[in-house]
């Protein structure tokens, strides 16, 4: 069990037990907006490392991660880009748009682009000197298990930096700037389930 932070394609967003209901709203709003409606690529067969599809699960301490993001120069910004949504798409728009339909883990959805989130991410992966080893696909949990691999401790040795000083604000800087590059590149919302 737990929260786990996962790509959404076609077939989720079109039944309507899982997302439909989000969807149409999400659609209304951009409309309203002028803004093109947001429409998730085709289920595909899972092929780990294929880059298809993201799957990351919330398992390490959080605390630091939101200290981190709350320290930064636009503290409350930098927050809500990384931690205040509940469905996060490829479109660019500002602010956050909130849709009166129930989300996983709140009465409603708070809707973000990933434009911004990925903004405020790769902020944080400058300033902990995130290494290029981090994995860039995450579609079978990879991230979390890199981190939890003797890799991880290579990668401090042979590219040291303020990520090695926090693994868990590290992990979670790492998981959102992937899954806002993710949303991007697949053109398809990201989820908490």
């Known amino acids: 069990m737990g929260i786990y932070v996962c790509s959404v394609d076609a077939d989720d967003w079109s039944d309507e037990d899982i997302l439909r209901p989000t969807a149409q709203a999400l659609d209304a709003e951009l409309s309203k907006r002028g803004l093109a409606s947001c429409t998730p690529p085709a289920a595909v067969e899972f092929v780990p490392q294929s880059g298809m599809s993201f799957e990351e699960k919330m398992y390490r301490p959080i605390q630091t991660f939101e200290d981190l993001c709350r320290a930064q120069p636009d503290g409350q910004d930098s927050y809500d880009a990384l931690l205040e949504w509940d469905l996060l798409v490829p479109v660019d728009f500002k602010d956050s748009l909130t849709l009166p339909v129930p989300a996983s883990y709140s009465e409603n959805t708070t809707v973000l682009s990933a434009h911004r989130t990925l903004k405020a991410a790769k902020r944080l992966a400058v300033q902990l000197a995130l290494p290029a080893h981090v994995p860039h696909r995450c579609d079978n949990l ?21 990520w090695a000083e926090d693994l868990d604000a590290a992990y979670y800087t790492a998981l959102y700037l992937r899954a806002a590059e993710h949303s991007l590149q697949r053109q398809c919302p990201i989820s908490y389930v």
């Open 142 to 162: 990879d991230l979390g298990n890199w981190f939890d691999s003797p890799a991880t401790a290579e990668a401090a040795a042979s590219h040291p930096g303020p």
